[in-house]
């Protein structure tokens, strides 16, 4: 009797096997290159992938099919393809894939970035855009933003005294972090005890995420190969020291009720009111994920945006001398810089629009999964496939972009392609229902702190250095910034 069992459910499996193998031989898959038995294509991504997927999307085309490990990939590399990802199938292409050490260090997915497609995300992401990213708040932060950024340009005038060179990677990272600290959590980090905890957290929450986790692409061993290459008890390591970070600054606020205006105080008044979000109630758990995205979103990608325009901007003196020119006409010796001047400075505006182009922060934006089979240019892409919208691709295509390679700020005179999700040709903060809602707050800072180290100072590269050895190439990580530190010597004007 019990062999007659075993031979059903022997029958059943293997019917289910052959109908699914069946299924997936007559679905119409994105064409790609031929990939290896078990990590299919992981051996071609090479130390910068989308650069690497670049080049297959040229010769397979606009979707392209990638295997990694157990895990189906499509490409997307042309703006007609992005349109239809990020617009007509939007909904069905808009969930997120889970990521092993994502997972653990945003408390079980309960953020905003990582959190798959669900009622959840739905509702904290509508809360988040309402109550912590509008014009409104961005506008009554703006006294944070003035200060940091003054004692940035401090610090710069005494470089410029001892004629030292200064870090930019590593300077606009403090200034950055400086700003989202109080914004986010209403600490001051200078000289606070937080200080040296902060660098840690920060640092290696990057590393945790940019790293190569083994886990996401092969079942059972794939832990098994994290934890022997230290990734495991890393990602362990850094979760403590952020939770400890989180639950220090959460303190100060529940010690002192009359912080009231950044982050930390907004989402402990939702716990307070018991606000549910879908089917769950919004708890502190939900509040440190969602500090996470701010402490992840806010500080390396305004900091790295700011280096790569300056990196562009030293590299390029004719377009430097230009738009120096520009801001000093504009602002014309008033000293108090204001964040409406930017409304003035076109120029300005259409070099950061080329640095954004050239350099996407993040050139694979964050990898999408979908929810549903979808068909899309004839193909099928089946449910549960990851999907990474190769905006690299898109900003240096040359069908779109003359000389895609060279730093041309004027080619956006004539051409009104803009960054706001609209345009599906520049896609620095991606686009549909998954875009940046940090816009606005990183943007306000990339144009005050732009404005002042152009208005205020003139730039020396270190002895011996010209414009043509600048280098701009990029190193990959959860945001790509410039591979070797920019390192420029301020000096005073009279305008400083
Ligand atoms: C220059 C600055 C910034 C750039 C270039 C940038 C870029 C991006 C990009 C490319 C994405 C992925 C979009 C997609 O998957 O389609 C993203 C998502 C996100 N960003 Fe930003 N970002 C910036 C600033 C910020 C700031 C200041 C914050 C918060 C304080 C922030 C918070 C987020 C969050 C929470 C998401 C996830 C959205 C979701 O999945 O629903 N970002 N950002």
């Known amino acids: 009797m019990s062999l007659l069992y075993v031979i059903v459910a022997f029958v059943f499996f293997a019917s289910i096997l052959i109908a699914r193998k069946a299924k997936k031989k007559t679905l119409n898959l994105p064409p790609g290159p031929p990939k290896l038995p078990i990590i299919g294509n992981l051996h071609q991504l090479g130390s910068q992938p989308h650069r690497s997927i670049s080049k ?36 069905d292409c808009c969930s997120r894939p889970y990521l092993t050490y994502a997972a653990r260090i945003t408390y079980g997915l309960n953020d905003i970035a990582f959190s798959p497609y669900n009622k959840y995300w739905r509702e904290v992401r509508k809360m988040a855009v309402v109550e912590l990213f509008t014009g409104k708040r961005v506008q009554s932060l703006r006294h944070v933003r003035e200060d940091e950024v003054a004692s940035f340009v401090d610090f710069l005038k005494q470089s410029a005294s001892a004629e030292n060179l ?33 660098d840690e957290v920060i640092q290696g929450t990057m590393e945790v995420l940019g790293n190569f986790a083994a886990a996401d692409y092969f079942p059972v061993i794939g832990r098994f190969i994290d934890w022997i290459t230290g990734l495991h008890s890393k990602c362990e390591k850094v979760f403590k020291a952020m939770d400890a970070f989180f639950d ?14 950044d982050f930390i105080a907004l989402l402990l008044k939702l716990e307070r009111e018991e606000t549910e979000l879908g089917e769950f109630q919004f708890t502190r758990n939900h509040t440190k994920g969602i500090l996470l995205d701010v402490l992840l979103g806010g500080i390396d990608t305004a900091a790295t945006a700011m280096t790569w325009v300056m990196t562009h901007l030293i590299a390029n003196p004719r377009v430097l001398k230009k738009v120096q020119a520009e801001i000093r006409e504009v602002i014309k010796n008033k000293d108090d810089i204001t964040e409406e001047d930017i409304e003035g400075l076109e120029y300005l505006k259409l070099v950061i629009k080329e640095t954004f182009r050239i350099n996407p922060l993040l050139p694979l934006l964050i990898p999408r999964e979908t929810s549903n089979d979808v068909k899309i240019g004839g193909y099928d892409i089946p449910k549960k496939t990851w999907i990474h919208v190769n905006a690299w691709a898109i900003h240096r295509n040359p069908n779109i972009w003359k000389d895609p390679e060279v730093f041309i700020p004027e080619r956006f005179i004539e051409n009104k392609i803009d960054y706001k999700g609209l345009n599906f040709e520049l896609l620095p903060f991606g686009g549909g229902r998954r875009m940046c809602p940090g816009m606005g707050m990183g943007m306000a800072l990339v144009h005050l702190t732009l404005i002042n180290l152009l208005y205020r ?18 190193s990959y990580g959860i945001v790509c910034p410039k591979k070797t530190p920019l390192e420029l010597i301020p000096v005073i004007t009279k305008w400083t």
């Open 457 to 474: 100072f003139d730039w020396n590269l270190p002895e011996g250095m010209e414009a043509k050895d600048v280098d701009v190439e990029e």
């Open 248 to 261: 220090q600054c959460i303190k100060l606020h529940l010690d002192d009720e009359s912080i009231k205006d």
């Open 56 to 91: 297959f999307s040229e010769k397979y085309g606009s979707l392209m099919s990638l295997n990694f490990g157990k895990v189906c990939t499509v490409v997307v590399s042309t703006p007609e393809a992005a349109r239809d990802v990020l617009k007509t199938f939007d909904v």
């Open 166 to 198: 200064v870090n930019f990677n590593q300077k606009l990272m403090k200034l950055s972090g400086s700003v989202i600290c109080r914004v986010g959590f209403g600490i001051n980090l200078k000289g606070s005890k937080l200080e040296n905890t902060y």
